[in-house]
């Protein structure tokens, strides 16, 4: 082989491979290092302890029930009757007082109130619209004003309580008067029956279209013509006072000996003997009346 051929051999060989040293991969890149940084130490926030419940002298306080007005008291916020978590206790929630208690305008807020653990010689019973933690806020029979000094104020007042000062209670029934058809609507949780009245509150003097309940059976009202009177929480709306004895315009529902039918009563309800035997010592305290 000559020595040209030879150079011109060793020329291709040469350049073979460094075309395919050309196509090899990259070489791949060290990765960065990993920087273990110390632990971030974030102080946590403490939670904020309850506020302090304001002290209440119950002997400066008004009584929360019919004989007494409480200004200041909260409405009910359209709030209703609260379903019972446990329902054997009755599917709608009441609270049995059983001591004095101090009502609240708001959970933790100012007492207004001393609610009584027995009204008018009966147990305490009282609706319960809302529950947070270990408050209840129950409606109460008592006025915040009378009827000429703010209607608005009259009836459908509610109070915040503590539960420990509570039984759980509740009823099944619920009552419903229908004042163009002047009849009642008993639902005791299992039957239905609806039954005529006799006569309801005349056009000046309606039987007041709120929500009211069942303060108690026992209590022989002033002012009425039949020892047995079913008591209501609610107050006429436009007479301030028709019963001189006790200061109130309380409604109820009762028997009458007046054969007149109607809407003729100064806003409670009269029915007859049966009718009130369908209630009278049944009717659980709590139940709560609409009226429409």
Known sequence: MSTRVRAGLVAVVAGAAAALGGCAP????????????????????????????VPADLSTLPVA???????????????????????????????????????????????????????????????????????????VATRSA????????????????????TTPSGTDWRLHLD???????????????????????????????????????????????TPRVILLSSQSETIDVYDRATGTSATAIHTSPFARTGPISNGCIRVS???LDLLWGKVPAGTLLTVA
Not at 36 to 51: L, T
Not at 146 to 156: E, K, R
């Open 65 to 139: 029930e019919p004989r007494h007005l409480v200004p200041g008291l909260p409405g009910t916020d359209g709030l209703e009757q609260r379903r019972n978590d446990d329902p054997a206790l009755g599917t709608w929630q009441t609270a049995t007082l059983v001591r004095d208690t101090a009502g609240y305008d708001a959970v933790f807020g100012t007492p207004v109130a001393t609610v009584p653990a027995v009204t008018l010689d009966v147990p305490t019973v009282l609706p319960v619209l809302d529950q947070r933690g270990g408050w209840l806020r129950v409606l």
């Open 179 to 225: 004042l163009a058809a002047l009849s009642l609507t008993v639902d005791d949780g299992t039957t239905t029956t609806t039954v005529p009245v006799k006569a309801v509150g005349a056009p000046g003097t309606p039987t007041p279209a709120v929500p009211q309940f069942v303060v108690g059976s026992q209590w022989e009202q002033p002012g009425t013509y």
């Open 26 to 53: 990259p070489p791949v890149a060290a990765p960065d290092p990993v920087l273990v940084r110390a632990p971030v130490d974030v102080p946590k926030v403490a939670v904020a302890p309850p506020p302090a419940l």
């Open 146 to 165: 009378l009827p000429s000094q703010d209607v608005a104020q009259v009836n459908g007042r509610s109070v915040w309580i503590r539960a420990q000062d």
């Open 273 to 275: 003997d049966e009718v």
